[in-house]
């Protein structure tokens, strides 16, 4: 990426690794305490760590980066010669660390534009790959962020979950709260609304609940120009043949990702996890 601009993120956007090192992001780790350890996200512990831990019963909970890791990416930012920096960062109705972005950035040496995706996961690493190709194409600081906006506002996450439990115990359970009572009569289908966590549906069996997965994303891609990612956690077998039939139902796909979420976002969903991210262009 030229020095003009710099792209900073953090480790919910789940992007491959090949798109990091080809644009040059900075992700800043959040941080993952499985009893009285503290861990970095993607750095120090991965997905299956994660989730042999919540199978095992162990105390999972997460934290948002310090302030000053914040800092610290923005002035090694300047002292690379950047001019500015869009940091762009997971919804902030589910943590805090656009808050503490925006600690960081006002005493930044040079301009910071903290974008609050209100997504999470791919949902926000398609708007963090936007930001970075404006960067590369010259546009100016505030285009750039507004480009990542703008994307933000087009892509949406469905997800399904094995169990509501993980959820409930993280706080992020949002308005599905109202699913827990009948939880073991129901699999529950939720979505990304507004930036919070929202019960979409509800089905009887986790096929169906797959199943429905597929058909929301094929309705909702139509026939437009679109990017997918599907995410899970410790269910490979779950996720390759989904993408697989979506490769062939969307006819207006043009990149498709398969991946596993992180520590931090597979702490709260547990293993199961089965998600679908469409990202119009």
Request: hydrophobic share 45%; aromatic share 2%; net charge negative.
């Amino acid at each position: 990426m030229p020095a003009d601009l710099a792209i900073v993120t953090d480790s919910t956007a789940y992007l491959p690794q090949d798109a990091v090192d080809r644009h040059g992001i900075t992700v800043v780790p959040l941080s993952v305490a499985v009893g009285d350890e503290v861990l970095d996200e993607g750095v120090e512990i991965s997905p299956k760590d994660v989730a042999e831990a919540l199978r095992g019963k162990r105390r999972v909970t997460t934290s948002r980066p310090n302030p000053e890791t914040f800092a610290a990416a923005y002035r090694a930012a300047a002292e690379s010669g950047a001019t500015g920096v869009v940091s762009l960062h997971l919804s902030a109705e589910l943590s805090g660390t656009c808050e503490a972005a925006r600690l960081a950035a006002a005493e930044a040496p040079i301009p910071v534009r903290v974008v609050d995706s209100r997504l999470v996961g791919m949902a926000l690493g398609y708007c963090v790959l936007t930001a970075a190709q404006g960067a590369e194409s010259g546009l100016t600081l505030d285009e750039v962020a507004a480009s990542a906006t703008r994307r933000a506002g087009l892509t949406s996450g469905f997800f399904y979950v094995d169990t509501l439990e993980h959820l409930r115990r993280g706080g992020r359970i949002g308005a599905a709260r109202a699913l827990l009572g009948s939880a073991l009569a129901v699999k529950p289908l939720l979505h990304l609304s507004g930036g919070r966590i929202e019960p979409l549906e509800k089905v009887r069996t986790a096929s169906r609940a797959i199943a429905r997965l597929e058909e929301i994303a094929v309705e909702r891609a139509a026939d437009r120009e679109v990017d997918i990612a599907v995410h899970h956690l410790a269910s490979a077998d779950r996720a390759e043949p989904l993408a697989e039939r979506l490769r062939e139902r969307v006819p207006g796909l043009r990149e498709l990702y398969v991946g596993e979420v992180g520590a931090v976002i597979g702490a709260h969903v547990g293993p199961g996890l089965l998600a679908v991210v469409l990202s119009p262009r």
